[in-house]
């Protein structure tokens, strides 16, 4: 006999119509409140009753009131992830593996694009404290003083992501855009490379990193960095068109710093497209080292960022905090750091 074959199915109550939980402890045989201790806390009861109560739910397709649980327990379950773009690649591993980790814990995620734009996440954040979620994942540290004055009093956990700060809200796992910059520039003029420029997004990160960048270069002797600025997200076509920009602008360059590796590649169809050699005539790094950075040809010189890491942590620090069980003296700081990958590009 089949799952849904186990049980009749019980009569629709007027109203809703929905199946209640009264409903599945009668099909079930055991009284309302074994049926939630069943679904809820499955350890407090036996695996006899564990069962028919399982199969009264697969045989009314009874979905729990979770609203109601929530209100019961103050644990609502669910984690509210902020990420600036669901198109940008490079946040893809930290979206997998945060999702994977909490999904394991018995939470589940929802998933928010603010678009590089402060006031979509206020936006986002109006929608997400009010319904209590157990954490909140957010991408960079900066956000508006409401928001970090409401995050700071609302009492959920909150962890930042992909950035640094010394003065985070809660808690923050990421690296230095700062010395993502500097290590390019060190990088390529060791390489020999004197002519430097970028291409970068306009989002706050980005800027960062590439002032280092031009900074850097400044201290090891090299002249005016030029930048093409690409508006976020940025595509192959922003690549395209930041290389003509510069190349208007400083026909001399021998080395371009892309904030993305989608950036890189559309710098290096245009160079191509223009009869230039990489690396012989103009050198290419890139950020994020996405999966094709490798099997292009010449494979792309790039900065790795551990995204898979930072999720893992991230869901960690969330669900010790919601599970009472978060240590008082460790670091809520998480440093993954980078590293630079040398390839043909360059």
């Not at 980790?101 to 402060?118: E, H, I, R, S």
Request: charged residues 20%; neutral net charge; hydrophobic residues 40%.
């Amino acid at each position: 006999m089949s799952d849904t074959e186990s049980f009749p199915r019980p009569r629709r109550r007027k109203g809703s119509g929905a199946v209640t939980l009264r409903d599945v402890a009668k099909l079930a045989g055991v009284a309302p409140i074994t049926a939630s201790r069943a679904l809820n806390t499955p350890n407090q009861v036996s695996g006899e009753v564990l069962e028919r109560v399982t199969q009264a739910v697969r045989s009314t397709g009874y979905v729990p009131n979770l609203l109601a649980g929530a209100l019961s327990s103050m644990r609502s379950r669910m984690v509210g992830v902020a990420v600036p773009t669901i198109a940008g690649l490079v946040f893809l591993e930290t979206v997998q593996s945060l999702t994977e980790t909490l999904f394991q814990a018995g939470y589940q995620v929802l998933l928010g694009q603010t678009g590089y734009d402060n006031a979509r996440e206020d936006a986002w954040l109006d929608a997400m404290i009010g319904r209590r979620p157990d954490g909140l994942v957010l991408t960079g540290t900066s956000h508006s003083p409401q928001t970090r004055l409401r995050l700071r009093a609302a009492g959920v956990p909150v962890v930042e992501t992909w950035d640094q700060s010394d003065d985070p809200i809660d808690m923050l796992v990421g690296f230095s855009h700062v010395e993502v910059g500097r290590t390019v520039a060190e990088f390529l003029v060791n390489k020999g490379y004197r002519r430097l420029a970028g291409v970068a997004g306009s989002d706050e990160r980005a800027q960062r990193r590439f002032v280092a960048f031009q900074e850097k270069a400044h201290e090891l002797g090299v002249p005016a960095v030029p930048i093409a600025e690409m508006a976020t997200p940025t595509t192959l076509g922003s690549g395209r068109r930041g290389l003509a920009e510069l190349l208007a602008r400083e026909p001399g360059i021998d080395a371009v710093f892309c904030s993305s590796d989608s950036l890189a590649v559309g710098v290096m169809l245009e160079a191509q497209a223009r009869g230039l050699r990489i690396p012989q005539d103009l050198a290419v790094v890139g950020f994020g080292d996405l999966a094709m950075a490798a099997d292009m040809s010449p494979s792309l010189t790039t900065v790795r960022v551990d995204g898979t890491a930072i999720g893992r942590q991230a869901a960690r620090f969330i669900i010790e905090r919601a599970e009472g069980r978060a240590d008082p003296a460790a670091s809520k700081l998480v440093d993954v750091g980078y590293e630079l990958i040398a390839r043909d590009s360059t």
